[in-house]
């Protein structure tokens, strides 16, 4: 009985002009407003939404987020019992012989190879050459 009451009263506010059902949206109770707003359109929503108040708008749009990560826990593969554990553990080996393996091939890694770096240069210095002894 109260899921038809709110399905009325999404159909009501749905047809409403936008203006009109966000300023009842503004102030409406949070027991009322989620439950309709989480069941209307997401079209029609949203224009609800850009005429309301900045700040019902923000709640509200909190409120729903936070349901809908109540309402769609994330999908997660449930463990086995322990009984398929053991189960799977004691089934016989097949008949058929495994398919050999197949080594995919790697390549080796590659290796730069760098030079070592050239001694450096010997810088030649010249010095004056010395007088000859003895002339003039």
Do not use: W
Not at 10 to 30: E, H
């Amino acid at each position: 009985m109260q899921q038809k009451q709110v399905d009325s009263l999404v159909k009501t506010y749905s047809s409403m002009k936008p203006r009109d059902a966000a300023r009842i949206f503004n102030n409406l109770d949070d027991a009322v407003l989620v439950p309709v707003a989480g069941q209307m359109k997401p079209d029609v929503l949203a224009a609800i939404l850009a005429q309301m108040q900045s700040e019902p708008a923000q709640k509200l749009t909190v409120k729903l987020a936070d349901r809908l990560k109540l309402a769609d826990p994330p999908a997660a593969v449930p463990p086995a019992p322990p009984q398929a554990l053991q189960t799977a553990s004691v089934q016989p080996a097949p008949t058929q012989a495994p398919a050999p393996a197949v080594a995919s091939p790697v390549p080796a890694p590659i290796q730069a190879t760098v030079p070592p770096p050239a001694p450096p240069a010997k810088v030649a210095t010249t010095t004056p050459a010395a007088p000859a002894a003895g002339g003039k």
